[in-house]
C-alpha cells in the first residue's frame, strides 16, 4: 500500500478533490465504486475497484483483503454441522454469492470545524498501475467538468401501480393463515415502490443528503456497473461488526411506529408505546441471534436492551450483543456469526428456511441485494487495525439511470393486521421517498 496522499496534492485544477470526482471518474471507466458514512460519524470513505466484473466471493471476513461486501438477500448458508466449539473447524458450507469491491483506491473524507481534508491512497501491490494511472488520467480531464453534474436538478414522478396495496394485503392474509395453521411463527414480507426523476440523479448528491438527515443510520451507495445499478441505503440495522480490538456487535431490530404523534411532534423514545405483537417481534430476533450462539455454544455475551430506538422517521425497539472475541478466544466468530445469522428474522422470519420458502412463493419481485448485507471488511482507517462493519440492507433502492426502485417489507405474526402492515411499508419508503422528493 502506497502512502496516503492529502487529496489536495491530487486536485488539477486548484479546486480540492471531492467524492464526487472519484465516483463520476469510476463511473466513466465502468468501474465498481461503494461511498458510505457509519451510524454517529463524520468520515465519508470511498473504495473504486477496478474490477469490471466484480468477483462472487463467500463472505469470509478472515480472508478478505480490504474492500466492500455486498451480500443478496438470497445467499443462505447451509448449516450441515454447526455445533462447534471455539476451537473446532468450521463446517458451515460457503456459498460464493457476496458481491467484492475490492479497494483498488481508497478514499477518507473529513470534516472538522467546517473545514474539508482528506486522504487517498492506491493500492499498488493489488492493483493494476496502468490501471491506476488510467484513473488518475481521466480523474485530471475530467474535473472541470464534475462541478456541473453536482449541481443538477431533478423532479421527481410516482408510478402509479393501482393492485400493489390490494395483493399486498392478500399476502399478508395468506401469512397469517399459515401462521394461524402453526407452519411459521414470523414472516416478513415485502413491496416495491418505483419512482422516476426527471434527470438521471445525482447519487453522491442523494448520499450526502441521506448523510446529513440520518446521522445514526449506516449510509451508502454502492455502483455496480455490470448490472447497470447504483444501490442507495440508510440502514439502521447491524448485522455483524468486529471492531479493532476484536469487539464483536450484533443487533436484533424488529417492531415499528411513527417517531412522530399526529400532531408532527417527535415523540420521547423512552415514552414509546409498543404493543404485545411488536415486542414478540422482536423477541423472536433475539432469540433467533442466542440461537446462533447456542449452536456454537458460546455463553459470553453481553446483551443490552430492548430499547427504542429512533431510525429517522421511525421508531423500532433494539436489543445489542456484544462479544469480546480475545477474551473468548474466537477470532473468527465475525465469520461465523455472519453465516449463522443472515437472513435474520428481522428480514425473513421464523423458523428461517420455511419463511424463506414462503417469500419466494408469494413475493412477485426479486429482492435482488435488499435484505441481504453490505458494509466495509477489513478497512484499517488510522492505523488502528482492520475493521469490518456490515449491516442489513434495509431502507434502500435500486437505480437504474432515472428509475429508482425502492423496497421496504413489514415484520408479520399471527396477529398481524394486513391494511396496517401496508401502512408500515409506507412508512418505511418514506425514509428514502421524504429525500428523493428533495433533490
Ligand atoms: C424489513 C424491514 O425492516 C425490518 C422489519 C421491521 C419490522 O417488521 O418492524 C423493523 C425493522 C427491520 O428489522 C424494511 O425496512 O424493509
Known amino acids: 500500500m502506497q502512502p496516503d496522499y492529502p487529496i489536495n496534492t491530487l486536485s488539477t485544477t486548484g479546486r480540492q478533490l471531492k467524492a464526487i470526482d472519484l465516483w463520476e471518474t469510476a463511473h466513466s471507466l465502468g468501474f465498481p465504486a461503494a461511498l458510505w458514512r457509519l451510524p454517529n460519524q463524520q468520515d465519508k470513505h470511498l473504495i473504486v475497484s477496478f474490477d469490471e466484473v466484480l468477483p462472487r466471493v463467500p463472505a469470509d471476513l478472515d480472508e478478505l483483503p480490504a474492500g466492500f461486501l455486498v451480500s443478496p438477500f438470497d445467499n443462505l448458508s447451509s448449516t450441515a454441522q454447526t455445533n462447534m466449539s471455539a476451537n473446532a473447524t468450521l463446517e458451515l458450507s ?31 501491490l493489488t492493483a493494476n498501475e496502468s490501471t491506476a494511472d488510467k484513473f488518475w488520467q481521466t480523474l485530471a480531464a475530467q474535473q472541470n467538468n464534475l462541478a456541473a453534474a453536482q449541481a443538477k436538478q431533478t423532479t421527481v414522478t410516482s408510478f402509479s401501480d393501482p393492485d400493489a396495496q390490494a395483493e399486498y394485503v392478500r399476502n399478508v392474509a395468506l401469512a397469517v393463515d399459515a401462521m394461524k395453521r402453526g407452519e411459521i411463527r ?44 447504483i444501490w442507495i441505503s440508510a440502514t439502521p440495522e447491524r448485522l455483524v461488526s468486529i471492531d479493532a480490538n476484536g469487539i464483536f456487535r450484533t443487533a436484533s431490530l424488529a417492531g415499528t411506529q411513527s417517531a412522530f404523534e399526529p400532531d408532527g411532534t417527535p415523540k420521547r423514545p423512552p415514552e414509546a408505546m409498543w404493543s404485545q405483537k411488536e415486542i414478540e417481534e422482536q423477541a423472536l430476533v433475539s432469540r433467533y441471534i442466542i440461537e446462533c450462539f447456542k449452536k456454537i455454544r458460546l455463553r459470553e455475551y453481553l446483551e443490552e436492551g430492548p430499547k427504542t430506538l429512533i431510525a429517522g422517521n421511525l421508531m423500532h425497539l433494539s436489543t445489542c450483543f456484544i462479544v469480546d472475541t480475545q477474551a473468548v478466544r474466537y477470532p473468527q466468530l465475525g465469520t461465523v456469526m455472519l453465516r449463522l445469522l443472515h437472513p435474520t428474522s428481522a428480514v425473513c422470519g421464523t423458523p428461517r428456511d420455511v419463511a424463506f420458502t414462503f417469500i419466494g412463493q408469494h413475493e412477485t419481485h426479486d429482492r435482488e441485494l435488499y435484505s441481504g448485507f453490505l458494509g ?23 437505480l437504474e439511470g432515472r428509475l429508482a426502485t425502492l423496497y421496504a417489507g413489514a415484520g408479520l405474526t399471527e396477529d398481524s393486521v394486513p391494511e396496517r402492515e401496508w401502512q408500515e411499508t409506507e412508512m418505511k419508503c418514506q425514509t428514502l421517498l421524504s429525500v428523493i422528493n428533495n433533490v
Open 94 to 124: 460457503t456459498s460464493n454469492r457476496a458481491l467484492f469491491l475490492r479497494a483498488d483506491i481508497q478514499a477518507l473524507f473529513s470534516e472538522t470545524n467546517g473545514v474539508q481534508s482528506g486522504r487517498v491512497r492506491s493500492d499498488s
Open 186 to 229: 414470523k414472516v416478513v414480507l415485502s413491496r416495491t415502490k418505483r419512482v422516476l426523476f426527471s434527470d438521471t440523479p445525482n447519487a453522491v448528491d442523494l448520499f450526502d443528503k441521506l448523510c446529513q438527515k440520518y446521522p445514526t443510520a449506516f449510509v451508502s451507495a454502492v455502483s455496480i456497473p455490470e448490472k447497470g445499478q
Open 376 to 398: 466495509p471488511v477489513n478497512i484499517n482507517t488510522n492505523n488502528e487495525g482492520p475493521e469490518s462493519d456490515l449491516f442489513v440492507h434495509i431502507r434502500c433502492m435500486k
